[in-house]
T-cell receptor
Framework: QKEVEQDPGPLSVPEGAIVSLNCTYSNSAFQYFMWYRQYSRKGPELLMYTYSSGNKEDGRFTAQVDKSSKYISLFIRDSQPSDSATYLCAMTFSGGYQKVTFGTGTKLQVIP | DGGITQSPKYLFRKEGQNVTLSCEQNLNHDAMYWYRQDPGQGLRLIYYSQIVNDFQKGDIAEGYSVSREKKESFPLTVTSAQKNPTAFYLC????????????FGPGTRLLVL
């Protein structure tokens, strides 16, 4: 079993839809949860990160962590064609140097 | 503008050849990382460095080497011992101890001739 599981998609939605992207994980000790956006043939861009449980909102993006279910989500409201990209979840522990574990990414296509 | 640059964008390697990928950052970050990205796999850590003149192996260091002589620079050499080097290579940096906020460069795609 992989430490972090992410559905590869592709996920196709019409413009303006609410998008839900998800990851599950197996190690309950993870404390930081991150979401990256990666356009084709580009480096990943950090969208947001959360510490422990709860929600965090930044513009059209909301990150949610449910530690009891070992499940994290990224919601995108009013999706735009420019949101078409691969979204990577990632997570790590707190304290000292800690390796980051990445999901394989979900490819999202927003259709105009 | 602060950021991370990687060069070249594309690199071709011949059999038995060593090649070096460049990574430079002007974010004043102490920590730097090299990852490899293959289709259908998450990013895998090759090497990381938390401070100048010190670096540690990651999960897949075999066939790779690095140096960290300057804070701004962390070049990666893919040696002939790496039998399957075709991949997208990503360099990242962060404040030491803040691995949750790594910033990535644009990547180098390495292809074998």
């Amino acid at each position: 079993q992989k430490e972090v599981e992410q559905d590869p998609g592709p996920l196709s939605v019409p413009e303006g839809a609410i998008v839900s992207l998800n990851c599950t994980y197996s190690n309950s000790a993870f404390q930081y949860f991150m979401w990256y956006r990666q356009y084709s043939r580009k480096g990943p861009e950090l969208l947001m990160y959360t510490y422990s449980s709860g929600n965090k909102e930044d513009g059209r993006f909301t990150a949610q962590v449910d530690k009891s279910s070992k499940y994290i989500s990224l919601f995108i409201r009013d999706s735009q064609p420019s949101d078409s990209a691969t979204y990577l979840c990632a997570m790590t522990f707190s304290g000292g140097y800690q390796k980051v574990t990445f999901g394989t990414g979900t490819k999202l296509q927003v259709i105009p | 503008d602060g950021g991370i640059t990687q060069s070249p964008k594309y690199l071709f390697r011949k059999e038995g050849q060593n090649v070096t990928l460049s990574c430079e950052q002007n974010l004043n970050h102490d920590a730097m990382y090299w990852y490899r990205q293959d289709p259908g796999q998450g990013l895998r850590l090759i090497y990381y460095s938390q401070i100048v003149n010190d670096f540690q192996k990651g999960d897949i260091a075999e066939g790779y080497s690095v140096s960290r002589e300057k804070k701004e620079s962390f070049p990666l050499t893919v040696t002939s011992a790496q039998k399957n080097p075709t991949a997208f290579y990503l360099c990242a940096s962060s404040i030491t101890g803040a691995e949750e906020t790594q910033y990535f460069g644009p990547g180098t795609r390495l292809l074998v001739l």
